[in-house]
């Protein structure tokens, strides 16, 4: 759990933006590509409401009564790792720009941010703007009281603001120059001095003076009461800890303040101290009830709508016991679903169906949602499929979806999935297009493109009239299960960007070197352009090693050992297999251009996920190591090349003790055995020179 931030809800904001832990969590990242979504990644949410999702998603979707269409002037957000994630999966954060497009994330470059201080650039402004206003403060007066002001950046950085102006007379003049010392004792700690001095300031005949002191009057007494609330690491000691007297005149002051001023400059801010009041109390029924409330009234979008549910997040449910407060339908949701995430995952025990049962009251007049929160519990805890459907009836036909209706038909459609019906693909065919709000259709493309592959329609997911047309979702099914025929007609296929085109050339060349189709190859890399990259080639949406096209043509070829260009190493090979040399020569190409790290890393995705299934490429993959081990037991290979292979398999563990060629390792001692053979048949070759350890 992250730590609070001590002050940070003393400020003029409209919510108190803390650390962003609670529920949610903000751990390591790298999305699933299915559709299920148990287990919680900061970068995996998925437009359908889910467990996985981070709770501040699942609350997001939940405000979004309406179907809301993607465009109206908003444009998917740009994404650094838009390869990895496509338009499939995103951040909250990234959420968040999406629809507030003005959304730069938490403002914390501020040298005061998480402290009372927060609020010293913006009341400078207020103060400068309502001496501006006040008509009968006198110029010089008004200069020497900004000039004042500023020395409250001293208080701020431990310092005391001295040298008051003398000079200021004047009836108004002489009401900021007592607010600039009230807010001096404020900033200073000295609660009892900031009392003294806002509160014979609220019946200032400025009525900014007025209006402000008012506010900052509670904010004196909410200071007051948590100063002795969180220790030195900023951990908040609980309600015990809390001056209950200066709590109970803060909330009265803002009470006050709010009756006064209904409409006031600082209402948001008072009403949003005032939930921060309820929880130093830990008065979490009191906040939930509050939070429940906004949440009806506020609109979805927008940054209100994302700082209320970020406070939320962190205020409520961090701890069991806000949790357990909550009795709203779109907490309880929230709640229900974050509870249904993947027990061995959380070590948090599943809600079970007789008490979501018990909530049925709670979500009265919002059957549709209950509906849907005991459908999951139906797929993820029970995995009643048939129970889903009952729950779930089929609307997969409207021409936009909010995000509950949407979160229910994708529901539906994962229990078809799971049931194997035969109508599955159809039911997709059919959401697509009502699929129209950011990252819904991209999400359903997943869906229809998993059905494809399961079902032995993998063309159809490249067709021409495919409505599949995300590039992330094709690409790795390129990768990791197309055939050379459809790769080499994706190669060819103009209509494609010139990215997923190259990576099917660069799939195909690649796995027809691999899986020893030599002859293939030379056919197939004549396919290669004459500007093909050899740098800023693609990323591989799973090892995430940069790897261009261009380098079967324009790669390095030896650094040590005599190699010709890729296709001699390829037509030798053509000819005779077993050549020792060009397979040498061809494990140097695969080592010199970055092949070992992307070979390593690029694991087979899962079998539940987008391509998961069985390669449809003939053949299986022949790792570099494997052309050392068999070189070295070919005693009719030429001793400089069974030296070559000795001093390469050996450095196949260098330094690490890891091995980096691929294939099964082997133990330390057959190294050393290795290592001794070198040294022993080979003396005089540069490698047994060049090599003076075994890892």
Known sequence: MKRLVPLAGLMLGLFAPFSQAGASGDYGCEPSWKLASNSFSTCGNRAALSPGNDTRVNMFFLLQGA??????????????????????????????????????GAARGDQFYGSRCYSLASGARDFGAAMQANGRLPAA???????????????????????WPSGVTSAPGREFLSYLAAADAFYGEDWDGARQGFGSLRGARDRWVAETAAYMLARVELNAAQAGSFDEYGDFG??????????????????DYLKRYPKGRYAASAQGLMRRALWLAGDMAGLAHEYERLLGALPGGGSQAGDLIEEIDNKLLLASAGRNAIDGPLLLATVDLMLMRDVEATGVPAITAAALAAQEPRFAGRSE???????????????????????????ARQRSYSPLAFSRQVLRGMALAALKDRNEAGFWLELLGGANA????????LALAMNYERSGRLADVFAGSSPIGQTAIREILLQHVAGPDLLRAQVTSEARPGHERDLALFTLLYKQLTHGRYAAYLNDSKLLRADAPTQGGFWDLRAQEKISVGLFRNGTWSDGYACPALATTAATLARDAADSGARLCLGDFYRLNGFDDFEMNRAKPAADELGGSASLFPGTSAYRGKFYADII??????????????????????????????????????????????????????????????W
């Open 369 to 395: 949602l209950f509906s849907f929160v005991t459908a999951n519990h139906a797929y993820y805890v029970a995995r009643d499929m048939r129970r889903v459907l009952q729950l779930i009836p089929d609307d």
């Open 141 to 163: 007066e008004r200069e020497q009281l900004t000039q004042a002001r500023s020395l409250l950046v001293d208080r701020c950085n431990g310092n005391p603001a001295t040298n």
């Open 438 to 445: 950011f990252y819904q259709r991209p999400l359903v493309e």
């Open 633 to 694: 037991a070919d005693s009719r290979a030429p001793a400089g090349d069974r030296a070559y292979a000795l001093y390469r398999a050996i450095n196949c563990y260098a330094p690490s003790g890891n091995n980096a060629c691929g294939g099964n390792a082997v133990a330390q001692s057959q190294r050393k055995a290795w290592f001794e053979r070198l040294k022993s048949e080979y003396p005089n070759s540069e490698w047994a020179r060049k090599l003076r350890y075994y």
């Open 238 to 255: 609980g309600p015990e800890k809390t001056d209950r007297t200066a709590l109970a005149r803060a909330r009265s002051g803002f009470q």
């Open 67 to 104: 179907p809301r269409e993607a465009s109206g002037g908003l444009s998917y957000p740009a994404a650094s790792d838009e390869r990895m994630l496509g338009r499939n999966f995103f951040y909250w954060g990234l959420l968040r720009r999406a629809y507030d497009p003005a959304y730069q």
